[in-house]
C-alpha cells in the first residue's frame, strides 16, 4: 500500500505543478483546491478582482480533460440560465431539454454574490444532490462535478451576501492574495507571448480522477480522530464569540477534507494534523460571529486558531 500511495503522491505533484505553469505562488490554493475535488466538495474563492480566481479553476479543468462550463453571475440571472430549459420543437412537436452550464464537470460560479438568492438556490439541488430537477424531471449531472464559485468581498457595491444554507454547501472557502513582486514579475514573462493556459494539456483522466475519488473514501479515519472532529465543531457551538456554530454537516466535511489531505501527502490514514490544518479552512464560513466579536476585531480564522489549540490533541494515531 505504501507503494501505491507513493505513486498516487507522484500523480497528485504532477497534477499541481501543471497547474502551477498557470498559478505562480498559489501552490496552498492549488493542493487546497484538489482536496476538496478529490473529497467530492466544492471551492468558494473570495478575494478581490484579478487575483488569478478564473484562471485556476480553469487550469484545473484543463489538467484532468474535464468539461468545463461558466456561468457568470449577474443581477438579471434566472435559475433556468443555470439549470437549462425545456423549449418547445414544432417540428417534432413535443418539449426538448436544452441543457444549462451546471451540466459541466468543472462549473465555474463567476461572482456568485451579483445576483438574486433566487438564482443563488438553484445552485443548492445540484450541489449537495448532484442532480437537477426541470419541470418536475429529474436530471443527474454528470460524474465527476465540482463547482468552484467566486465571490468579491460583499463590502463591494452590487452584491447579495450568500446565504448561511448555500455557504454551508461549500466544502472549503479559500483565499488567494495578492501575488509577491517576484511572482508578479514571473507572471509578466509567462504572459507575455502566449498565455500558459492555451498551451496547458492534461495529465490526468477523467477515470483516473474517479479512482482517486473512490481511494480517498477509504483513507483510515480512527475513532480518537473523529472523536477529535466531533469536539472541535462542538466546540464552535459553546464558544462566546461565536453566535451561530458549525453543524453536523461541518463534521463530515472536515472528515472529509482530512481524508482527502491525507491523501495527497502519500498517506492512507490521518493524523491530527490533517484535522487541525484544514479546520480554517473547512469551518470559518459556517460560523456567525456574535456583534461583540466583529466590534473586538476577531475574525473567525483567529478564533478557529485559538479554539483548535484549546481542543485535546489525541494521541493515538488512525493507521
Do not use: C, W
Request: hydrophobic residues 40%; negative net charge.
Amino acid at each position: 500500500m505504501n507503494q501505491q500511495m507513493a505513486k498516487q503522491q507522484t500523480k497528485i505533484n504532477e497534477l499541481v505543478e501543471n497547474i502551477e505553469k498557470v498559478m505562480v505562488g498559489k501552490r496552498e490554493a492549488i493542493e487546497l483546491t484538489i482536496v476538496a475535488l478529490l473529497a467530492q466538495g466544492h471551492v468558494l474563492l473570495e478575494d478581490v478582482p484579478g487575483v488569478g480566481k478564473t484562471m485556476l479553476v480553469r487550469a484545473l479543468a484543463k489538467s484532468v480533460d474535464l468539461q468545463f462550463s461558466r456561468i457568470q453571475f449577474t443581477p438579471d440571472l434566472l435559475p433556468s440560465d443555470v439549470t437549462g430549459v425545456s423549449i418547445y420543437n414544432q417540428k417534432e412537436m413535443k418539449f426538448e431539454f436544452q441543457p444549462g452550464p451546471i451540466m459541466g464537470n468543472i462549473v465555474l460560479a463567476d461572482e456568485i454574490n451579483r445576483t438574486s438568492p433566487k438564482t443563488q438556490s438553484a445552485l443548492l439541488e445540484s450541489m449537495e444532490e448532484k442532480h437537477i430537477t426541470v419541470d418536475g424531471v429529474t436530471m443527474r449531472l454528470n460524474d465527476p462535478f465540482f463547482v468552484l464559485a467566486t465571490q468579491n468581498p460583499i463590502e463591494y457595491e452590487g452584491t447579495y451576501p450568500l446565504p448561511e444554507a448555500q455557504l454551508d454547501r461549500f466544502l472549503l472557502k479559500l483565499k488567494m492574495g495578492y501575488p509577491l513582486k517576484q511572482e508578479e514579475i514571473t507572471m509578466l514573462d509567462r504572459t507575455s507571448n502566449v498565455h500558459p493556459i492555451d498551451t496547458l494539456t492534461p495529465v490526468m483522466t477523467r477515470e483516473e480522477l474517479l479512482e482517486k475519488q473512490n481511494e480517498v473514501r477509504d483513507v483510515h479515519v480512527s475513532d480518537s480522530i473523529k472523536k477529535y472532529i466531533v469536539e472541535i465543531v462542538s466546540n464552535t457551538r459553546k464558544n462566546p464569540l461565536i453566535q451561530l456554530g458549525a453543524s453536523p454537516r461541518a463534521s463530515i466535511a472536515l472528515m472529509k477534507a482530512a481524508q482527502a489531505y491525507a491523501y495527497i501527502h502519500g498517506r492512507d490514514y490521518t493524523v491530527p494534523d490533517d484535522v487541525k490544518y484544514m479546520a480554517p479552512h473547512v469551518l470559518s464560513h459556517r460560523l456567525l460571529l456574535t456583534s461583540e466579536a466583529k466590534f473586538e476585531g476577531k475574525t473567525d480564522k483567529q478564533i478557529l486558531e485559538d479554539l483548535i489549540k484549546k481542543t485535546m490533541i489525541p494521541i493515538e494515531r488512525g493507521s
